[in-house]
């Protein structure tokens, strides 16, 4: 298990989104209080900075030990780093620049730390995900094979991700990495990524097919695909296609380049059912000269057989050229993409809590 389930410091923490701000602070990779929900107000920014500090502080309230950083995950576009946020379109209020980090620094008088959501994800996954339960079960099934990279990807409003090495999360120059929405695709050339996988994506690729014009979520639009719902199912189970179509061309190219494990997380994993079928296609199909899209070959975790065979590793011994030396050789090349066992804030809280530890032994 990694050392954050033995480390006793505390951290205090923020769930960000738009509409609400949710407190709580962790020790030992766990959350220590109940959440503290409060209005985000996040068109006045006054009200909004009050409510930060009035949150923590009530969290502080409630702990027996000395907090030693705050560490979250808040919307972009921020120089992370310096703890400044930009211009946000879910939070109107922070126009210009906002030394948040900065603020809180100033009021608790203890190390602030600010992340990209999707970043955190994927370190949660990472320190305390899928990360080290797949390399314990690859221990226990007695593979030497050991992973070390991680990509994290979360579907939602919008796409995120966040890549992780060997226990460091990958961050930029510019504070700016793994901006997979921002990717071009293959399957809508003219758009970017986000506009293929997005909770918009999915309800107007169904009301295209459909004809559709009365409002829809995509939770509506996966209750017809299943027959739950009165409506066009095979157009819902298109959108889905569709969906996975786009996910499968983004997840091969970050494949491509980082080589590692995929976690995929956030509100829309549970139609997972609908979707993965067409990444699996995508990233096991080719192009149009024959090429593989991938040189590894890829499983998907959520098949207990695929997972199973991804899980054993078949090796045979090769001989040292003039010795009379063998050594051991796995020839196959394999990667594997899973859909999450944690909740999407769970892991995000584990790797807000992770990244704050980093950063003060460094």
């Known amino acids: ?41 996040g068109d006045n ?55 948040l980090g900065p603020m809180l620094e100033h009021h608790f008088n203890i190390p602030v730390f600010i992340q990209n959501d999707g970043d955190l994800y994927a370190y949660g996954e990472a320190l305390g995900g899928m990360l080290p339960a797949i390399n314990q079960q690859l221990e226990e099934k007695g593979n030497p094979k050991r992973y070390k990279n991680l990509i994290g990807l979360t579907l939602g409003t919008g796409f995120g991700a966040g890549l992780v090495h060997n226990d460091i999360l990958i961050g930029g120059d510019n504070s700016i990495v793994a901006e997979v929405w921002n990717i071009s695709n293959s399957v809508s050339p003219q758009r970017n990524a986000e506009e293929g996988v997005s909770t918009r994506a999915i309800i107007n690729v169904y009301n295209e097919l459909s004809g559709n014009t009365t409002p829809l979520m995509p939770k509506d639009i996966f209750d017809i695909a299943s027959g739950k719902q009165e409506g066009n199912k095979e157009a819902a189970q298109e959108a889905f296609t569709t969906f996975g179509k786009h996910i499968g061309d983004a997840v091969a190219n970050l ?48 098949n207990p057989d695929e997972k199973e065979a991804f899980l054993n590793t078949k090796v045979h011994q090769i001989e040292v050229p003039f010795t009379n030396k063998k050594v051991d050789y796995a020839p196959e090349q394999k990667v594997a993409i899973a859909t999450s066992q944690l909740d999407a804030s769970e892991a995000i809280a584990i790797g807000a809590y992770a990244y704050a530890l980093s950063k003060l032994n460094q």
């Open 1 to 41: 298990m990694n050392s954050i389930y033995f480390d006793n410091r505390v951290v205090l923490t923020l769930d960000a989104g738009g509409t609400n701000f949710v407190f709580n602070a962790m020790q030992g990779g766990k959350t220590l209080v109940e959440p503290i929900k409060k209005s985000a107000h």
């Open 45 to 99: 920014l006054e009200l909004c900075l009050k409510t930060m500090l009035d949150g923590f502080e009530e969290v502080k309230q409630q702990l027996n030990d000395e907090p030693v950083a705050i560490s979250f995950a808040f919307p972009g576009p921020a120089d992370y780093p310096n703890g400044i946020i930009g211009d946000l379109g879910n939070l109107p209020a922070f126009r210009g620049g906002v030394a």
């Open 255 to 302: 494949i491509n380049l980082f080589d590692g494990l995929v976690v995929i997380g956030g509100g829309l994993t549970g139609a997972s059912q609908f979707y993965m079928p067409a990444v699996m296609e995508v990233l096991r199909g080719q192009f149009g000269n024959g090429q593989d899209r991938l040189v590894q070959k890829v499983f998907c975790l959520d």
